[in-house]
């Protein structure tokens, strides 16, 4: 039995059937029958960018977050890299002693 590949569109691809079902001018079956795909899908693609139309006007909001969460995620970068340091440290004085010691072999 053959396997089924799953297609994936670019969003570029998706604007632009969904932008032509929004001018009307043919029916989703027409335009699904010229894409080849399914009507389910086009309206699915369709309820998808209708939900997400105001980040077309909100868009600063959104980029804040992002903003926010990456100036987040450097702090917590910076602090683990000075904790590997600091570890990295303690190793290479444990080696040391151990050396110094005799006791490693």
Do not use: C
């Amino acid at each position: 039995m053959g396997e089924k590949k799953i297609k994936h569109y670019s969003p570029e691809f998706k604007l632009k059937v969904v932008l032509e079902v929004l001018r009307e001018d043919k029916t989703i079956n027409e335009i699904a029958s010229k894409y080849q795909l399914f009507p389910k899908t086009i309206s699915s693609w369709k309820k998808q960018f209708i939900g997400n139309a105001e980040l077309a006007f909100t868009k600063e909001k959104y980029v804040k977050g992002f903003k926010d969460e990456i100036k987040g995620l450097n702090s917590e970068k910076d602090h683990l890299y000075k904790e590997i340091g600091k570890l990295t440290a303690q190793l290479s004085w444990a080696k040391k002693k151990i050396d110094f010691l005799g006791l490693g072999d």
